[in-house]
């Protein structure tokens, strides 16, 4: 990544900036860890790579100071408006970098039946063959840092390390944010640990030159030809969830791609709940949700926004943390309406990246607060005003902060232990026919759920926009295997849960024949989770569906809600038969797939929801 000077100069990809740090204070980023065999890979990584300088990360205060300093001499980064932002950087990344790539992401396992035809494979020789080429002589002139991270509480048996080497400042600052970066990964992982290997290199932006390419077996990531967020911050997307969901699997954990926050009732009585969306359909909001005038003694803390990896405990729970340590949110739509403790959050020591630029230093995008600007610099660095027709900001464009500018950040994120999670959500973007919210019968019928997720996409992954495709429990893009393995793997984990988790589905995008939606969203889902809540204490009514269990207008909050009729509400909870035939009948081209793998107890299900259905 590269920035220009000033607003009115050349996008950013085309200003060549230096890549090798200068006037380094003595002993900053010089020691090597005390780590046999980190240190062979190092030197493994140095012979290919041939930098010009290496620099070891420790995490340090006088360390960031530093790199910022350098990444705005670079031009990577440039201070925002210091009185308005305090400790903010612009970005901007190269006009083909903005999103994560899913066709040119690879699992490479030995036996290509073991990926499944949800991913992309490649045989792991071959790969490596292919990306050794590339990578030999990569850092020429440029500075190789290595970056170990935490995922994960300290000293919790979940967590797990990783060691990411890269030749990119804008994502040792970005890995600064998203993990507990540093010494304290060293000190976890000891003098002998198993750790997660990473190498990371831009290359020249090249996209025939991109690759993100996982080697499950040997629990390595090599990912070239990238600056971008999802595929070059290696602790994210590609360790704690593709290589995570494998290691989970071998382990016996699981890896999500889900949420976790924490509701306390009026009593004081907590619950946790994991919820899964894909990219950009809310997730975020969800995990910071403030609840309504209405809900007065009702706290929602936030654990994580994105990612969760859990286990059973002994009692029997499903028990989980948030492996990160930042936010790595979508700024458009983002404002004090939609998700008010994310704007807290990004008020300070935030990297933005792709959004617009104001005149007196500070950002915009669509979506936010107040009227447009009058004028501004886009993200590709080019004049805007309301009347261009461009967007100012990319519609993936994003911010990286810090979890502990959250203002609502759950006193339970560094619990070693983890929480036991009460209820697991799954969620998409549909306009019709899934409802606001069921239940699933049990577990086996949840994971029926989650499997036959199906979303409309989004600017988070490169493609075209508004098409339903499918996305069970929002892991299609980010599971390091077979997906009907990934299936039997959540069944299999459901028989070691004594006391398992409730499970929902939930649909806040439903629209009318009008094409407006019928749910206001936002806070008001807080009603939602209150039935859901009830349900898991055993206090809330339903009426059994085809579907599940879905809450009658008595069983269900409706008080000071507003802008939703009865028709809207019967609408919003309506199961049309012949909607639910159909989505059962595409679901079997998909199950086929994934045979001979796919469990059959989910097929079972199918069968059994077109028997209710009649």
């Known amino acids: 990544m590269s920035l220009s000077a000033s607003p009115s100069a050349p996008a950013a990809a085309d200003v060549p900036v230096s890549t090798l740090l200068e006037n380094l204070p003595a002993g900053?980023?010089?020691?090597?860890?005390?780590?046999?065999?980190?240190?062979?890979?190092?030197?493994?990584?140095i012979a290919l790579c041939q930098p010009e300088q290496v620099f070891y990360c420790d995490g340090s205060a006088a360390e960031k100071a530093y790199l910022e300093k350098e990444a705005q001499r670079m031009g990577v980064i440039r201070p925002l408006n210091q009185a308005k932002l305090p400790g903010c950087f612009y970005s901007r990344s190269h006009p083909q970098d903005v999103a994560?790539?899913?066709?040119?992401?690879?699992?490479?396992?030995p036996n290509k039946e073991d990926v499944g035809p949800t991913n992309h494979w490649a045989d792991p020789g071959e790969m490596r063959a292919k990306l050794t080429d590339l990578l030999r002589g990569a850092m020429r002139g440029r500075t190789m840092y290595v970056v170990p991270y935490l995922m994960g509480p300290k000293g919790s048996p979940i967590s797990r390390v990783g060691v990411e080497i890269t030749d990119s400042i804008y994502v040792v600052l970005n890995m600064r944010i998203m993990s507990r970066m540093g010494q304290v990964a060293l000190d976890t992982i000891g003098a002998?640990?198993?750790?997660?290997?990473?190498?990371?290199?831009?290359?020249?932006?090249?996209?025939?030159?991109?690759?993100?390419?996982?080697?499950?077996?040997?629990?390595?990531?090599?990912?070239?030809?990238?600056?971008?967020?999802?595929?070059?911050?290696?602790?994210?997307?590609?360790?704690?969830?593709?290589?995570?969901?494998?290691?989970?699997?071998?382990q016996g954990w699981m890896a999500e791609h889900m949420l976790l926050m924490a509701v306390e009732s009026p009593e004081g009585k907590k619950h946790y709940i994991a919820a899964a969306f894909p990219s950009a359909c809310g997730k975020t909001n969800f995990a910071m949700l403030i609840p309504p005038a209405s809900y007065q003694g009702w706290k929602v803390t936030t654990i994580g926004d994105d990612i969760a990896w859990m286990e059973v405990g002994k009692d029997g729970r499903l028990y989980a943390i948030n492996p990160e340590a930042g936010y790595f949110g979508v700024a458009p739509g983002t404002?004090?309406?939609?998700?008010?403790?994310?704007?807290?959050?990004?008020?300070?020591?935030?990297?933005?990246?792709?959004?617009?630029?104001?005149?007196?230093?500070?950002?915009?995008?669509?979506?936010?607060?107040?009227?447009?600007?009058?004028?501004?610099?886009?993200?590709?660095?080019?004049?805007?005003?309301?009347?261009?027709?461009?967007?100012?900001?990319?519609?993936?464009?994003?911010?990286?902060?810090?979890?502990?500018?959250?203002?609502?950040?759950?006193?339970?994120v560094e619990w070693p232990q983890g929480v036991p999670i009460s209820a697991i959500i799954f969620g998409g973007r549909r306009a019709g026919v899934v409802p606001l919210v069921y239940q699933a019968n049990d577990w086996t019928h949840g994971v029926y759920l989650g499997a036959t997720m199906s979303s409309e996409t989004t600017a988070a992954a490169a493609g075209a926009q508004g098409q339903v495709r499918r996305d069970p429990m929002a892991m299609l893009p980010f599971c390091g295997y077979h997906m009907g393995d990934y299936f039997q793997h959540w069944l299999d984990m459901g028989r070691k849960l004594t006391n398992p988790p409730l499970v929902f589905r939930i649909n806040w995008f439903r629209k009318g024949p009008d094409g407006r939606f019928?749910?206001?969203?936002?806070?008001?889902?807080?009603?939602?989770?209150?039935?859901?809540?009830?349900?898991?204490?055993?206090?809330?009514?339903?009426?059994?569906?085809?579907i599940g269990a879905?809450?009658?207008?008595?069983?269900?909050?409706?008080?000071?809600?507003?802008?939703?009729?009865?028709?809207?509400?019967?609408?919003?909870?309506?199961?049309?038969?012949?909607?639910?035939?159909?989505?059962?009948?595409?679901?079997?081209?998909?199950?086929?797939s994934l045979a001979p793998r796919f469990p059959q107890e989910l097929e079972a299900e199918r069968q059994k929801l077109l028997a209710r259905l009649k």
């Not at 780590?35 to 493994?44: C, G, R, S, Y």
């Not at 070239?224 to 989970?248: D, E, M, P, Q, T």
């Not at 809450?551 to 507003?562: C, T, V």
Request: net charge negative; proline share 8%; hydrophobic share 35%.
């Open 100 to 109: 994560r790539v899913e066709h040119l992401t690879f699992i490479c396992l």
């Open 28 to 45: 900053l980023g010089q020691t090597r860890p005390a780590h046999a065999a980190l240190n062979a890979w190092i030197d493994d990584c």
């Open 335 to 412: 404002n004090y309406k939609s998700n008010p403790n994310a704007m807290k959050s990004i008020e300070k020591d935030t990297i933005y990246t792709n959004v617009a630029l104001t005149p007196d230093g500070d950002v915009w995008w669509e979506g936010k607060d107040g009227a447009p600007p009058a004028q501004a610099t886009d993200w590709l660095g080019r004049p805007w005003t309301p009347d261009s027709k461009e967007k100012a900001a990319h519609p993936n464009s994003r911010f990286t902060a810090p979890a502990t500018n959250n203002p609502v950040l759950a006193e339970e």
């Open 518 to 546: 019928l749910w206001p969203g936002f806070g008001e889902n807080m009603r939602v989770v209150e039935w859901i809540i009830d349900r898991c204490e055993g206090k809330a009514g339903a009426k059994e569906t085809p």
């Open 192 to 250: 002998q640990g198993d750790f997660n290997r990473g190498l990371h290199s831009t290359l020249d932006m090249n996209p025939e030159r991109r690759y993100i390419a996982h080697f499950p077996q040997t629990n390595e990531i090599i990912s070239v030809g990238s600056g971008y967020g999802g595929n070059a911050l290696l602790g994210k997307k590609c360790f704690a969830l593709r290589i995570g969901s494998y290691l989970a699997r071998q």
């Open 550 to 592: 879905m809450p009658r207008r008595e069983d269900f909050n409706l008080a000071g809600l507003q802008g939703v009729s009865d028709a809207d509400f019967d609408e919003l909870l309506d199961v049309p038969p012949e909607g639910w035939r159909k989505a059962a009948e595409e679901q079997a081209p998909f199950f086929e």
